[in-house]
């Protein structure tokens, strides 16, 4: 399946705060930074081999709250099933789920359940994942600006073909809660818990419902970091919305989440992109930016860049991504600082943070940044182990 290398804006773009330009090139996934530290030796280092060592229980504990063996061995426990489904092909090349989408093991049935009304068939994807464990759950148009331009074969990480099959018109985008607690412990092993539990609690519920969907007779391709890149996917399909910490924004759980994706040809209606506020809201928030131990974060106002392991051609705020990844590499586990310090990192079912909300997505935002000054304060990882 062949896409052009380039596109024009398009309708939708200005809602979902999208700014394509002229110089826009598809994302070849052999840039990605994760990628990069496996062939690129500007990142790869001992320290990086020592990163990915530790999920694998090889790096030996280092000293500090939040880096015990107990810390590292919950992180490591919570993203078994991920890494289950993600080495199963990896003797073919192909690391499911992140470098590569997920194999169907669901075959499509032969005959077509018919479907008269995509809107309502739209609110039944909907509810069916829900059911099987989703937090959020938008629809899109099949925007194939956003698909990379190559995946990766994980034997030698050279470029491999990112098929898909024919037809894809929609794509179903998943969010996946965060645990709040653990969230408030970054940086740490034990807050990586939080990361691996969802990216298990995804693995699951995008493979059952694209083997729902299929089960309906039509096509369904599960996919999670794997085949495009989700956050464009999300804020088109109305989930949140792009903020300075390069995170999706939403309503429900602020930053809080992780994304999956169903590429699929059932017939649904698509949901609109919801332009919230929140970009008037970082443009004088810098929190974020200020939290961060090696400034990988912007300041000023969203553009394009030349960072290899960015997208080209997309107005946006952007992070350097080897200084960031760096940081990781050092703690040997990821670092999600910018996550907890966000004002909009809070539990909305509260009335209190909805009333907060409220104020920072309105012309009052500077009094609710102001609100905002004491809070996002790191909480102590013993103190999780100790309170349950």
């Known amino acids: 399946m062949g896409y052009p290398s380039n596109h024009p804006q398009r309708p939708d773009d200005a809602a979902a705060g999208i700014d394509v330009t002229d110089d826009f090139e598809r994302f070849n996934q052999r840039n990605d930074i994760f990628t990069r530290a496996f062939w690129d030796e500007r990142i790869r280092s001992n320290q990086t081999d020592a990163f990915f060592a530790s999920y694998r229980m090889e790096a030996i504990p280092r000293r500090g709250d939040g880096f015990t063996q107990r810390d590292f061995a919950l992180r490591n426990a919570a993203w078994l099933i991920s890494d289950l489904i993600s080495e199963r092909g990896g003797e073919t090349g192909r690391r499911e789920g992140f470098q590569a989408p997920i194999n169907n093991d669901t075959p499509v049935a032969p005959t077509q359940h018919p479907i008269d009304d995509p809107v309502a068939m739209a609110r039944e994807v909907k509810r069916i994942a829900k059911f099987f464990g989703a937090d959020l759950c938008g629809i899109t148009d099949m925007d194939d600006r956003w698909l990379y331009a190559a995946r990766v074969d994980t034997r030698d990480f050279s470029d491999a073909p990112n098929d898909l099959p024919e037809g894809m018109t929609s794509v179903i985008v998943m969010g996946h809660q965060m645990d709040e607690d653990l969230v408030a412990t970054y940086p740490s092993a034990l807050a990586g818990a939080a990361t691996g539990r969802e990216y298990s609690h995804e693995a699951s519920i995008v493979m059952q419902l694209a083997a729902y969907i299929r089960n309906l007779g039509y096509e369904a391709t599960a996919s999670m970091n794997d085949t495009g890149l989700v956050i464009p ?152 182990w100790e309170n349950p």
Not at 341 to 369: E, I, K, M
Request: charged fraction near 25%; proline fraction near 9%.
């Open 233 to 384: 996917y999300a804020i088109k399909a109305g989930l949140g919305e792009y903020a300075r910490n390069q995170m999706v924004i939403t309503p429900e759980y602020g930053p809080r989440l992780r994304f999956s994706k169903i590429f699929t040809n059932l017939p649904l209606a698509h949901d609109p992109p919801r332009p919230l506020g929140v970009r008037a809201f970082c443009s004088i928030c810098t929190k974020c930016a200020d939290a961060c131990p090696v400034k990988a974060l912007p300041y000023g106002a969203p553009e394009t860049t030349e960072d290899p392991s960015a997208i080209k051609g997309v107005r946006k705020w952007t992070s350097d991504a080897a200084r960031c990844f760096g940081f990781w590499a050092k703690l040997s586990s990821d670092c999600a600082i910018c996550m907890r310090v966000c004002p909009f990192n809070r539990d909305f079912t509260l009335w209190r943070h909805r009333f907060w909300l409220a104020l920072a997505l309105s012309p009052l935002r500077r009094f609710a940044l102001w609100l905002d000054r004491n809070r996002g304060k790191r909480a102590k990882p013993t103190d999780w």
